[in-house]
């Protein structure tokens, strides 16, 4: 779906609280070209440095897509190997940005969420979303797999969850079932709804021990250590299997659909 009033990038705002909003957005449905995933990385990164920052806040412009994942214009112009690999490192470095900085991420899913969509989602410590923010991993139905992704959303929901929505690739599960999974927290009604919940919980982590609070994420994130290696191996798997004539024909298959 085409949402032409949307810009392209990364916005950032931080409030006199100390909540930091990062917003990003694309026309089609919120999807995620190299250059938006570095910018994403980039700002992630920058506010685990910065003290006066006390929780961030991550969601998308528009309504009712919050990612629609990978760019298939990307996809499919993938030439080698190596520019695979640097495609879908893209992901893993948002993802390892998210899960390395020591404020707690909260997220902001207010529609729906596709591939690395989910996979952003997963990655925050605490999601909230809107009845309207069904998932679906569609990587398998265009040749691929949600490698990269793969390990922040079984994380999440578990191996038997994300293995359904794995294998299962042209389906959509609902915003009930992933809060079910323990992808989202709450399911609130609508965008104001969720915006008014968000809020309410980033100001009272706001005025909490940011101390508590780093030490609380460490906690959670126990066992991730190897991330930084993992999900390169991962984004490998990946880069190779896009230049695959089922994965092209399917990709191209898709975008005509």
């Known amino acids: 779906m085409l949402n032409s009033g949307l810009t ?7 409030d006199d ?7 990003f957005a694309h026309p089609r449905s ?16 920058t506010l685990g440095e910065r003290s006066d920052v006390k929780v961030v806040v991550l ?15 990307e996809l499919v112009a993938i030439a080698d190997e190596e520019a695979g690999l640097a495609f879908f490192m893209g992901f893993a470095h948002v993802i390892n940005a998210l899960r390395s900085i020591p404020q707690l991420v909260i997220g902001r ?3 729906k969420a596709v591939g690395g969509g989910v996979g952003l989602a997963s990655a925050t410590d605490y999601c909230l979303a ?5 998932v679906k991993l569609s ?3 265009v040749g691929i797999g949600p490698f990269v992704v793969g390990p922040a959303v079984e994380r999440k929901l578990g191996v038997s969850a994300m293995s359904q929505l794995s294998i299962d690739a042209a389906s959509w599960r609902s915003a009930e079932w992933a809060c079910s999974r323990g992808l989202y927290a709450e399911v609130l009604e609508d ?4 915006d008014a919940a968000v809020d309410a919980l980033a100001g009272r982590l706001a005025a909490s021990n940011p101390q508590a609070m780093s030490a609380l994420k460490r906690v959670f994130w126990s066992g991730t250590e190897h991330w930084d290696t993992l999900l390169a191996d991962r984004a490998a798997i990946s880069g190779r299997l896009v230049l695959s004539d089922f994965t092209r024909a399917a990709i191209a298959q898709f975008k005509a659909g």
């Open 30 to 45: 919120n999807s995620l070209p190299g250059a938006v995933l570095a910018e994403l990385a980039s700002t992630v990164k």
């Open 109 to 111: 899913v207010q529609g």
């Open 191 to 194: 965008a104001a709804a969720l």
């Open 130 to 134: 809107t009845q309207h923010a069904a």
């Open 8 to 14: 392209e990038g990364v916005s950032l705002s931080v």
């Open 17 to 23: 609280r100390g909540v930091a909003y990062i917003t």
């Open 59 to 73: 969601g998308s412009a528009g309504d009712r897509a919050f990612c629609a994942g990978a760019s298939f214009d």
């Open 139 to 141: 990587e398998l139905a």
